[in-house]
């Protein structure tokens, strides 16, 4: 599914990210690679192959798109550095022969050593005429600035007749800011109430439905 933003276009990916498409950049928010190891050495037993599906998803992604940059908004490492790390380099860094670009979120609390050695450039923001692209969107944009971000992991509660409902995550959209789903397995979701003139665009299995504000029965 294409949406337009400030001119430009914008392709939302049922992966759980974006490709703009005019730069050919990949955009992508809150990975949290290394959280299953987290808890696994904290002595949850959580199969250690549920911590590579991110990073096979996001391989197969850039495969497939061939960007010239990716950029990761923030949360990519979920805190210490532990096996991730270096499993990251071998599969994803080491492999492709792109940019990668990423925009610090509250968990990259790494050693700014270990991000260049995996070949990773920090940044606290990165903006490409009026469109800026940050972690968290904490406030509002103007009808000049335009925000896109993660951060929340975003969801919402679509209901069907009687009391069935369920939640899905979903790319959320207003006049002035874009907040993307989170990419990475085991990171779970906050439902959010919209505003009333949102644009909701919600992921199911490899499809991208728009979700009218109304309909969600607020």
Known sequence: MEISVRGQTFQLLWQKAIWWKEKNWLIISDLHIGKVEHFRNSGIGIPATAGHLT???LSMLISDIKPDTVFFLGDLFHSKANSSVVYFRKV?????DCTFLLVQGNHDILMPQ?????GIEVLPEFSSGDITLIHE????????????GGHI????????????SDVVPCFYKTETSLILPAF??????KVITPQADAGIYGIAGTEIFEIPVHALGL
């Open 114 to 118: 270990i991000y260049k050695e995996i």
């Open 153 to 164: 992991h975003p969801a919402v509660r679509v209901r069907g007749k009687g009391k069935q």
């Open 55 to 57: 990073l096979s998803r």
């Open 184 to 189: 990475g397995y085991f990171t779970g979701v």
């Open 137 to 148: 969107i904490s406030g509002t944009g103007t009808d000049i600035a335009f925000y896109i």
């Open 92 to 96: 994803i860094t080491e492999i492709f």
